[in-house]
């Protein structure tokens, strides 16, 4: 029977069993998986059986349903294909995924966490390149706008950019009521560097040019979102 795990980073949060023909996800209380956050649509999107195979299908959500990182309206399912639903991430798995791998680190050890204290679930994206320690990291430097910190190392496989009090880099919105998306864009670390990903298709700027979808992330690149305005950069590890 397939399954889908929701999770947090490396922790896995929840497990879900697929069983029956349609899995409902959203942020209302009648759905099958429910997930409080305001960029979640009161019903987001569905995961259905049709013959032997299953699809995902978005049911018209504000902020969209991504399959591995593309944004889909309608899209088969495969095994562990990775949904993107705001910043949370819910995979699909069968029984004929692959075999386990070895048992993670300690630090990667699976964390359960109740409902009651509404953590965000992150979405979990592909471990960085081989090369570990040797690969620089990541930061963003806040040129204009600051919310929080002057600058963020972009720690772990994923960053999210946006108004909401829960992800890791608030920005400040624009207009009469300083509005901005929820989550605006996230940061993923990949084997190909640091790549950017309009979670609100437009909204990030990057070197003047709105982006929809993703790009890879030069030196010296600046990012606006909203009223907050950042550069990219790398540096060397600290010993």
């Not at 979670?199 to 040019?209: E, Q």
Request: glycine share 10%.
């Amino acid at each position: 029977m397939p399954k889908l795990l929701l999770k947090f980073n490396a922790a896995v949060i929840k497990e879900v069993a697929v069983d029956k023909d349609e899995i409902r996800v959203g942020r209302k209380p009648d759905n099958d998986v429910v997930i409080d956050n305001p960029a979640i649509s009161g019903h987001h999107c569905r995961i259905a059986k049709r013959g032997d195979a299953y699809f995902i299908e978005d049911l018209d959500s504000t902020n969209g349903t991504y399959l591995n990182e593309k944004r889909v309206k309608t899209a088969d399912l495969k095994s562990n294909d990775v949904i993107g639903i705001a910043k949370h991430a819910l995979v699909f798995v069968t029984e004929a995924a692959a075999p386990p791998g070895p048992p993670p680190p300690p630090s990667d050890a699976t964390v359960m966490i109740g409902a009651g204290n509404q953590a965000e679930i992150i979405v979990a994206s592909t471990a960085a390149a081989s090369g570990g320690d040797k690969q620089k990291s990541g930061w963003l430097r806040v040129l204009k706008g600051v919310v929080g910190e002057p600058e963020y190392e972009l720690k772990g496989n994923s960053t999210y950019i946006g108004k909401s009090d829960r992800v890791h880099i608030p920005i400040k919105g624009t207009g009469l009521f300083g509005s901005a998306p929820e989550v605006a864009a996230s940061i993923h670390r990949k084997p190909e560097g640091f790549v950017l990903v309009a979670v609100t298709d437009g909204y990030p700027i990057v070197n003047g040019t709105k982006i929809s979808g993703s790009i890879v992330l030069k030196e010296g690149d600046i990012i606006d979102c909203g009223a907050t305005t950042m550069q990219f950069d790398t540096r060397e590890p600290a010993a």
